[in-house]
């Protein structure tokens, strides 16, 4: 039987919910391992898409970077890994001991957001970055340019990593694979997929990124001990020698 | 010995060519007559750019102002396979850069230049240089007028019934001396090779330099466009023919209302290739605002080094992006960002932790010269096998290498 609709269904890079797990192999042409195993074991692909966008939603702060960290470490192959409007300064001594190469570190500092995608679309199509993280936060990148910035990444085979706020998540996109995340005070991050190729999304798990610290005992700061008397009052004034 | 032999090319329209070059569509719309002052320094720079630009055939370039070049292409025409061929090449190479040319083929150089000047040049299709005798034979059917005779010489001569080269040949020597002085023998012995005729030879210049005329103005970015990249086709042909890579370069517009933009732009990698100039170009250009129509449009280099030989992988498919690609990436984005919008980091030996990085800018590496490579080889010697030479780069930070 060879009708359109069978041609169709053939095809590798059509996904069917009904056949699950079983085109794996064709899809999963290229990721890159994430670092965290519990991570790996969610996602269908088993690591982050290479040549894709992979979107990370929540608010500004290092729990994303660190998320991202054993990965940026891996990816040394290729001549520049960018981080495109940070945020803050990175800081070159924590990166250093975190096993990044600062001399193929490139940060770039566009002026306005027309800047930034320009940016992304030349660093992702060509083809000499390993990695580009760009911190869009509150920026809205429209539906047109995130696909674009897609298909850049496709065609330089770069992965690229698309920071933005949480109030993005309820928005439809063409990024390979979307993540919530939320940072817990024990220093754990919250994920949550709420898109990802090759099967159905929607898994959650908490990720502890610092496992050395599981180990010291947390007291919530509503728990720690409060002088709950009054402070010693400093002694009165000397009555000699009055200061005025 | 190889018999010498001399490609004359002139330029009978080289005040008009040197000026008006680039502006065919404009004259085509425009034909009307217009005068306008002659300007002899510009024909004096066009024969150089000339003289510099038929240096790719031959290293014997001789300018002969206001508007003849001679070469020596004896040695360099089995090189083009042939005269016929080397000439096609000559004259299309001309007609793209919007000179028109009237050329001809002698074994002396004054010889050349009087053939240059008959009607219909000798014929193209001369496969093989012209024997002696052709050479003789031509020489002798050359009109009087066409010789560099002044017009005294010639009205007296013409007097005396003669109107042949030949004719005038065949007088002896030293009466002609006598009526006609000296002068008249000697160009008379170069004329016909008898007497040795040497030429001064150009040195090629250093630099590049290429300039457009536009007498009516370019009003807008996008008409320059296109001019620009025919420019840089030419500095792309000059760096390949040179064995050149060019690792900045910069435009000079001058504009009517007597104002000069400038636009540099900076490779951090030299290289050759002429699309990357002109992306580069593009984007200084779309921040470039005119506050009048472009009269002169001039491109110059001196940041010249040699080309590098280009390393290519053996297994193609097995290998990333080539080296260079990632300095045309940083280009591309100091071009249209600037350079401060673009940094790394570098660490500092410094107590303070705020003090422990700086911002750098991004440089490319040296290319590896021959005395790192010696101190590399010297160390490795050196060292016993296991132990860790520092071997020193430009790049930021040392590189280690285990031996």
Known sequence: MNTPLQQLLEHPALWQASRGRELKPSVAASVIATGHPPLDTRLHDGGWPQGATTELLGPIDAGAFRLLLPTLRQLQQRPWLVFLAPPYMPNGPALTAAGINLAQLLIIKPRNLRELLWCANQTLSSGSCAAVVTWANRLAIGNRDLRRLQQAAHQGNCWHVLLRSEQFAQEASPSALRIVYNSKPTGDLQLQIIKQRGGWSGQSLQLSLTPELQQRCYIPPQQLPVHLAGMPLLAARNRRYPHR | ?403
């Not at chain 2, 002052?37 to 024969?47: D, I, N, T, V, W």
């Not at chain 2, 001309?94 to 009237?102: H, I, K, V």
């Not at chain 2, 005798?133 to 560099?148: G, Y």
């Not at chain 2, 921040?287 to 001196?302: G, H, I, N, S």
């Open chain 2, 1 to 403: 010995m190889l018999n010498p032999l001399w490609l004359c090319l002139r330029f009978p329209q080289l005040a008009l060519d040197g000026v008006l070059r680039g502006n065919e569509a404009r004259a085509g719309l425009a034909p009307e007559l217009e005068a306008s002052e002659r300007e002899k320094h510009r024909e004096e720079k066009a024969l150089r750019f000339l003289a510099d630009w038929a240096y790719q055939f031959t290293p014997a370039v001789s300018p002969h102002p206001p508007d003849t070049l001679l070469l020596e292409i004896a040695g360099c025409l089995r090189l083009f396979g042939g005269l016929q061929k080397l000439r096609h090449a000559i004259d299309s190479g001309l007609q793209q850069l919007g000179f028109t040319c009237a050329s001809a083929v002698a074994h002396t150089p004054k010889a050349a230049i009087a053939f240059s000047h008959s009607a219909p040049p000798q014929p193209l299709a001369d496969t093989f240089p012209p024997s002696a005798q052709t050479f003789l034979q031509s020489l002798q059917h050359t009109p009087l007028a066409h010789l560099a005779l002044n017009p005294k010489q010639l009205r007296q001569l013409h007097q005396l019934g003669l109107s042949r080269a030949g004719e005038l040949l065949a007088l002896p020597k030293a009466d002609l001396g006598k009526r006609f002085g000296k002068g008249l023998v000697t160009y008379l012995e170069k004329l016909s090779g008898e007497s040795p005729d040497p030429q001064a030879y150009i040195t090629p210049s250093p630099c590049f330099e290429s300039e457009m005329h536009f007498p009516h103005g370019l009003s807008t970015v996008a008409m320059l466009a296109p001019v620009m990249r025919r420019l840089l086709q030419e500095l792309h042909q000059y760096l390949s023919r040179r064995q050149l890579y060019c690792s900045g370069f910069c435009w000079h517009l001058l504009l009517f209302d007597k104002q000069a933009r400038h636009l540099r732009i900076e490779l951090s990698h030299a290289q050759g290739q002429l699309e990357t100039f002109y992306s580069l170009t593009q984007l200084q250009l779309e921040k470039l605002v005119l506050t009048a129509a472009v009269e002169t449009l001039l491109l110059r280099t001196d940041q010249l080094e040699p080309a590098a030989p280009d390393n290519q992988p053996l297994f193609r498919e097995l290998s990333g992006p080539g080296d260079s690609d990632q300095w045309i990436l940083l280009d591309k984005l100091r071009g249209r960002l600037g350079a401060e919008a673009l940094f790394c980091l570098q660490l500092q030996d410094e107590h303070l932790p705020e003090l422990r990085q700086r911002k750098a800018a991004l440089r490319s590496p040296a290319t590896t010269s021959a005395a790192t490579l010696a101190f590399r080889s010297a160390a490795a010697a050196q060292a016993a096998p296991g132990q860790t030479v520092f071997s020193g780069g430009i790049n930021p930070g040392l590189r280690t290498t285990t031996v």
